[in-house]
């Protein structure tokens, strides 16, 4: 079998997360799956790291909408790591547009729009490490270890 990778991911709980008051049921979902959480704090995010963060889209005719509703209010951004983490999430997650998300996933079961999606997460390796360091101090990580990574992961799993 072959080995997952240990990997880290950015998570954004995006305004509509905070103001539907479904950031415990999100939040939840990760850590049943049994990813831990390295990181986690409340913010507003800056013109300039919408445009970083976004800086794919930042020609889109929807940027400007994307650009206030995502600093609508105040977001909460995680840190999580696990085996595949960022593969694993973006299922979780499910896909962009709410209404073509499969039940069962967090867009598919709470979003009904393309843009007010409730989330973000990370979408590859690459990304994950830069977003994860756009939105975090070395200090404002968290290296630590779980009990019950023993009974989520099988011995030889790592
Ligand atoms: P994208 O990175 O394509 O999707 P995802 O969040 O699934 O990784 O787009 C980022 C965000 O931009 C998306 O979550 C919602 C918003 N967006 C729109 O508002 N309209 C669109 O047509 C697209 C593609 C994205």
């Given at each position: 079998m072959e080995k997952a990778q240990e990997e880290k991911t950015l998570i954004i709980m995006k305004p509509d997360a905070i103001q539907r008051s479904l950031f415990g049921e999100i939040l939840q979902r990760f850590e049943r799956k049994g990813l831990k959480i390295i990181g986690v704090k409340m913010a507003k995010i800056s013109d300039v790291l919408i445009e970083?963060?976004?800086?794919?889209l930042t020609e889109k005719p929807f940027f400007n909408t994307l650009k206030n509703y995502m600093q609508s209010s105040p977001v909460v951004l995680i840190a999580l790591a696990g085996a595949n983490a960022i593969s694993a999430?973006?299922?979780?997650?499910?896909?962009?547009?709410?209404?073509?998300?499969?039940?069962g996933?967090?867009?598919?079961?709470?979003?009904?729009?393309?843009?007010?999606?409730?989330?973000?997460?990370?979408d590859a390796p690459e990304t994950a490490e830069v977003e994860i360091k756009r939105f975090f101090a070395e200090e404002e990580l968290f290296d630590y270890q779980k009990p019950d990574?023993?009974?989520?992961?099988s011995e030889d799993h790592f």
């Open positions: 970083e963060h976004y800086s794919h999430t973006r299922l979780i997650v499910g896909p962009t547009k709410g209404y073509e998300a499969d039940a996933s967090i867009r598919g079961d709470y979003s009904l729009s393309g843009q007010s999606n409730l989330v973000h997460a990370s990574y023993k009974l989520v992961y």
